[in-house]
């Protein structure tokens, strides 16, 4: 990396170079002027001004040059490298994001499940450091991994080739398989703390390979790819298989801040042996009240998706419908959710909408908030609303009402607020097939929950 001049050095570059200016002038003087009685002047510095002029040279000539392979490093919401000829650029980023919850939870639930108690409980619900960049221009790389809880997880884990011919990026890794806006869209960027209950039928990240590219301007994304289940370290030795594609398109985009996105996305699940769903009442405190888990041979997903914004207005819908095709007639199930939500800001700010990957990216405040500014350095405000409603069949249902303030205090700093109430009803016996012993309580009740986090993202 090349180095900088210290202070010392640049007033010393300064002083050299107004001693070549009075030397010039002095010598033009001299040239210009008449000579009396045809006798030479001769100019010559000082002894003692060579010898420091001579120092003052060396140094400099001393101190490494910049060429193309010395790196840049700089804050832009984030700490980045660049190359001077920039074929490389790098980011160090991570989150963290620390949750507080106080929650009530009906009696017969608590009964059924002995884990869920009514009380208060913090987490850190996400602590995660990573590396990413691109490299020679045309090839991407990112290993991300989540310190919370008690081990260390994988998430974003990939190399990619950008700019392919007739194709546009090949993506092998670790990664989120392309299904559903909410689920791309990062946690960092979610209007609310926890995604719908409908969100379980979206696969998150597998292992596998992976084709997408943009067109038509930006205005229509496709990926399509082939994965492997895996556990949260990336690795699998199941022989089941996920084969996944997403295709959105802009047909209204005025400007960023008025456009209308749509989407479809499906997957069909080559299913090894237990196939099954589990999700938590929109609350990562309490255990996952919402769950089955059969005997099947395949599940075929297909899902929805729209959002509108126009100004500082939004709003978002999914629908997904699941067909699991069980290894007895009695293993067969049907699951279906979606979820309605909408967004106002208080401020002159709106959601911000990434057309390269069909998804929801940081909004950044028009004015960041500032302790020593008059009513405008306050960052973005934002209101939000959703319903959501999930069905996993035989008597298992979810409906939940979440209510979020948000406040943007610049680019990487957040705090959400959200009030949730769930009802969640479940009957006997979907304990797992393949231990019938293990039979669950059934129970009909409501939670309710006011949440916080407070987050930062670099």
Excluded: C
Excluded at 155 to 172: L, M, S
Excluded at 249 to 273: K, T
Excluded at 310 to 324: C, F
Aim: hydrophobic fraction near 35%; charge should be negative; glycine fraction near 8%.
């Amino acid at each position: 990396m090349a180095q900088e001049l210290t202070p010392r050095e640049g007033e010393m570059m300064k002083i050299i170079e107004d001693l070549r200016q009075r030397v010039e002038k002095l010598e033009k003087a001299q040239q210009d002027s008449e000579i009396e009685e045809e006798k030479e002047i001769i100019i010559e510095p000082s002894e003692e001004l060579n010898e420091r002029v001579e120092v003052l040279e060396s140094k400099i000539e001393s101190l490494p040059r910049a060429n193309d392979n010395d790196m840049r490093l700089y804050w832009e919401e984030g700490i980045r490298f660049d190359s001077k000829d920039g074929k490389v650029k790098l980011k160090l980023f991570g989150r963290i994001q620390n949750d507080w919850g106080w929650w009530s939870v009906d009696d017969n639930i608590t009964a059924a499940e002995p884990s869920v108690n009514s009380g208060t409980g913090t987490e850190f619900r996400r602590a995660r450091l990573g590396i990413g960049g691109t490299i020679y221009d045309r090839y991407e790389f990112k290993a991300q991994f989540d310190f919370a809880g008690q081990d260390v997880d994988f998430k974003d884990v990939y190399v990619a080739f950008n700019k392919v011919p007739h194709v546009g990026q090949i993506k092998i890794g670790h990664f989120k398989e392309p299904m559903g806006l909410d689920t791309l869209t990062s946690s960092n960027d979610g209007t609310f703390m926890e995604r719908a209950l409908m969100n379980v039928q979206f696969s998150g990240r597998n292992t596998g390979i992976q084709l997408a590219n943009a067109q038509f301007d930006d205005r229509m994304t496709w990926a399509i790819g082939w994965f492997r289940p895996v556990d949260d370290s990336g690795s699998s030795e199941s022989d089941g298989w996920n084969l996944t594609g997403r295709l959105t398109g802009l047909p209204y985009a005025a400007d960023d801040a008025h456009f209308l996105h749509l989407g479809i996305s499906s997957r069909y699940s080559d299913v090894d042996e237990i196939f099954g769903y589990s999700e938590r009442p929109e609350n990562h405190f309490l255990d996952r009240l919402l769950s089955f888990s059969v005997d099947a041979d395949s599940a075929f997903t297909i899902g929805a998706e729209a959002a509108l914004v126009y100004d500082r207005y939004s709003l978002q819908s999914e629908y997904a419908y699941t067909d699991v095709d069980g290894t007895t007639s009695t293993d067969d199930r049907d699951v279906w959710g979606y979820y309605l939500q909408a967004s106002a800001f208080l401020t002159h700010d709106h959601r911000v909408y990434k057309k390269s990957g069909g998804k929801f990216v940081k909004v950044n405040p028009k004015n960041n908030f500032n302790w020593f500014r008059d009513g405008s350095g306050w960052g973005a405000w934002e209101i939000a609303a959703r319903w959501s409603d999930t069905d996993l069949d035989l008597g298992v249902e979810g409906q939940a009402l979440t209510l979020g303030l948000n406040w943007y205090l610049n680019p990487n700093m957040k705090i959400l607020m959200n009030y949730v109430h769930t009802s969640i009803e479940r009957p006997e016996d979907l304990g797992d097939p393949l231990d019938p012993a293990d039979d669950i309580l059934a129970f009909d009740g409501d939670i309710d929950a006011f949440l916080t986090r407070f987050q930062v993202t670099w």
